[in-house]
């Protein structure tokens, strides 16, 4: 990207930062409401005719998402002013942001299924622009186009759930399938639907085995991964299941799939991320493990369970977005975000320093945080599953252990050890840059000493919007002696002896992971390179140049696929009656029929040319002594100019010789299929013609045409006016292809003179 300056630009970038402040203000004051009254709704009509309504409900779950994106949006806005200071595009950047945060913002509100669908493909489509921000690089529109194809797909499998629900429950409204509950988990397409929507939140939120993505979109700027990747797009998916967990979870499919996936995610990518050097590579991976750990816990029925994964949402939320923002804030000064290359900048940063150290504390759980809150809870969770607790046990005691490594790392790689001397001249951030870290960071501690106050107005509303249980919702800074302090203090005592041998476990995974033969990255490029292929192949066999093989393939296509169809499905056949035609009609039909066999038998251009002309105005004719003279005059002026056309191209062209002539066989399979198609189409109209047609529609632009269109020609009325968007649209595809027949010839001309 370029560089250039303008202060003035930075200021009006900056006072954008008053729309995620005002929607963090306007979800505060819902806070009370919502806790006492229950939902805010708000209703449009959007498209009536299919019964979607444009509806939004803001309940506990909607609220805190809201709080979240717009806390995070607002810090980033400011944090991107200083970081992108001087680049191009930074409008652009800017636009991008906040319509990414409106589109998240109408995903977690949204109680209309296609609504909800529409803002989850807009959040696709806008982390698709942001990814890919700094376009010039082939790194970066590779990203791109990997988070796109993967949450696309997955945004489909969405689509296809969607309205499987609608069809069995006859509503579209997430509200409207409260109580259908049972009956969904009773039906046979319950395992279609929960696989469509499992595939549609694993690939959001990067599980396995779709967790490859999210790394590889470490390559946007630093600001669009703390808001993208830490606390909105992607909890997009752990949003969705939260949403229909009361509708299709509780079942052994639920519980086991999200489960495993997620043990093996959290897990996973824990492991990945001791492998790492590159800052952002390492916070990448234990977000992986953050997700991981959320879509296991929801994967539960338990109280406990549910409340750690809303706990946990909030947690990381608060300490990941800090710690990409120090991240940027590292590299924005020193010009590097290798970990070999960087240390001793505490002194140079006291700031960013104190922050890091906060969020780090928060990711690694220590007491007196709020990550040891959410660790606590955490812990309390697996243990009161009824089925799998050793799995969510191990995991969850595996995979804080090895981010508590991590947070070590970060910390003492970073910000203490000996200065490089390369950096002896880098100073502290701007104020804009660290403040979003140290605030975050500074909530990281309130919250962990005050996490009742959370507990009340936060995580109990978020949890009991989707799981109704009696239960009591409470966090706690000490329960007691018990299981999970004990488990908390093992996870501290694993995570430092993975600190102590880090180096060791970096130099192994880095070895190892090059070598494992087979990778969810190498399936996702194998599958690239695969449709790509056949593409190549299907482009050498059926788009090869030549037009006649164009119309022979359409043409077979349709009367095999036709006639099929008809065959096989169809018992009574319409009965080959000769009409009863007069003398006028017999000589047209002799005519028409003499002209066909004219262009079929001639070699002369000219003649053929004719013909053709004779062939288009006889079928006016027809269309004109059975009362249609709009369609007879539409007939005659398009032929006319087909007729025109053709006779300017054709006579252009050099004559064919004899060797150039199709050969017997080619022509015969021609015949053939040309005589197929027109016993086809006959039978097809013979047999509609057979049928007594309903006349409601007729009945309906009969009564409607005058009265509604004001127009007394109802085929003028129908095209004009009840099909307009169709017309329109095939007005633009004929005056679009006109424009390209006329660049053409114009470029044809240009070459010759």
């Not at 963090?24 to 229950?38: E, I, K, N, Q, R």
């Not at 009536?48 to 810090?75: E, H, Q």
């Not at 099929?564 to 056949?573: A, C, I």
């Not at 150039?660 to 109209?685: F, N, W, Y």
Request: with cysteine; net charge positive.
């Amino acid at each position: 990207m370029h560089k250039t300056g303008n202060h003035l630009s930075d200021w009006i970038a900056r006072s954008t930062a008053l729309l995620p402040l005002f929607i963090f203000t306007y979800a505060a004051t819902l806070v009370m409401p919502v806790m006492s009254d229950g939902p805010v709704r708000l209703g449009l009509p959007w498209v009536p005719g299919l019964d979607i309504s444009l509806t939004f409900s803001i309940d506990g779950l909607s609220l805190l998402f809201m709080l979240i994106i717009s806390a995070v949006g607002f810090f980033v806005t400011l944090y991107s002013v200083n970081y992108l200071h001087g680049y191009h595009h930074t409008g652009r950047f800017f636009l991008f942001l906040h319509a990414f945060m409106l589109s998240m913002l109408g995903l977690v509100t949204a109680d209309n299924m296609m609504a909800l669908f529409v803002f989850w493909e807009l959040t696709t489509i806008f982390s698709y622009l942001l990814i890919g921000f700094e376009h010039e690089a082939e790194t970066s529109r590779h990203s791109a186009r990997q988070a796109l194809l993967v949450t696309g797909a997955g945004g489909l499998a969405l689509l296809a759930a969607f309205l499987l629900l609608q069809i069995i429950t006859g509503t579209a409204d997430i509200s409207g399938l409260t109580g259908w509950d049972g009956q969904l988990r009773s039906h046979p397409l319950y395992e279609a639907i929960f696989v469509l929507i499992a595939i549609g939140a694993f690939t959001k939120s990067a599980q396995f085995p779709f967790h490859f993505w999210l790394p590889h979109a470490m390559a946007a700027p630093t600001p669009i991964s703390a808001f993208l990747h830490s606390a909105t797009m992607v909890k997009g998916g752990i949003y969705l299941l939260a949403r229909f967990h009361p509708i299709l979870g509780g079942t052994p499919a639920w519980t086991a799939t999200l489960m495993i996936t997620g043990a093996l995610t959290a897990v996973g990518a824990a492991v990945l991320a001791m492998g790492q050097s590159d800052l952002k590579k390492i916070l990448a991976y234990t977000t992986l493990t953050a997700l991981g750990i959320m879509t296991m816990f929801l994967g539960g029925a338990s109280t406990p369970s549910l409340t750690a994964a809303m706990t946990f949402l909030l947690v990381h939320s608060l300490y990941k977005s800090g710690l990409f923002l120090m991240a940027g804030i590292v590299d924005h000064q020193t010009g590097t975000r290798q970990l070999e290359n960087l240390g001793g900048l505490c002194t140079r940063m006291p700031f960013t320093a104190c922050s890091s150290v906060a969020a780090c504390l928060s990711m690694a759980g220590f007491p007196l945080f709020f990550g040891f809150i959410g660790k606590e809870i955490m812990y309390k969770g697996a243990l009161a599953e009824t089925m799998c607790p050793q799995l969510a046990v191990s995991a969850a005691v595996l995979a804080n252990a090895l981010m508590t490594a991590v947070a070590g790392i970060l910390v003492v790689r970073v910000f203490w050890g000996r200065p490089r001397p390369e950096h002896a001249a880098v100073k502290e951030a701007s104020v804009f840059m660290w403040c979003g870290p140290v605030v975050l960071g500074g909530i990281g501690i309130v919250f962990g000493i005050i996490p009742e106050w959370v507990g009340h107005w936060l995580v109990a509303p978020a949890v009991r919007a989707f799981h109704v249980s009696s239960e009591h919702i409470k966090l706690e800074l000490f329960h007691g002696i018990n299981m999970p302090l004990l488990l908390s203090l093992l996870t501290i005592t694993m995570g430092a002896c993975f600190f102590l041998f880090h180096r060791s476990l970096y130099r192994l995974l880095k070895g190892t992971v090059k070598h494992l033969p087979i990778t969810s990255g190498r399936v996702y490029n194998g599958i690239i390179v695969g449709v790509a292929r056949l593409g190549y192949l299907q482009i050498r066999l059926l788009q090869n140049g030549s037009l006649h093989r164009y119309l022979f393939i359409v043409l077979a296509t349709f009367l095999t696929v036709v006639g099929y169809t008809w065959l096989r499905w169809t018992d009574v056949f319409p009965a080959w009656e000769l009409p009863a035609l007069s003398i006028r009609e017999w000589l047209l039909i002799a005519l028409i029929t003499a002209s066909v066999i004219t262009v079929l038998a001639t070699r002369t251009l000219l003649l053929a040319i004719c013909a053709l002309g004779v062939i288009g105005t006889g079928l006016a004719i027809v269309f004109l002594s059975y009362g249609a003279p709009d369609v007879a005059l539409t007939q005659l002026l398009v032929e006319t100019l087909t007729v025109v056309i053709v006779s300017v191209i054709l006579l252009r062209l050099p004559a064919l010789k004899r060797s150039e002539h199709p050969k017997r066989i080619k022509r015969l399979m021609d015949a053939i299929l040309a005589g197929g198609v027109g016993v086809l189409v006959t039978s097809l109209l013979l047999a509609v013609l057979a049928v007594n047609p309903s006349h409601s529609l007729t009945a309906f632009f009969e009564q409607n045409s005058y009265l509604a269109a004001h127009g007394k020609n109802i085929v003028n009325v129908i095209l004009v006016d009840f099909r307009s968007l169709d017309t329109m649209g095939e007005i633009i595809v004929v005056a679009t292809a006109g424009l390209a027949g006329f660049a053409l010839i114009k470029q044809q001309r240009r070459k010759h003179k």
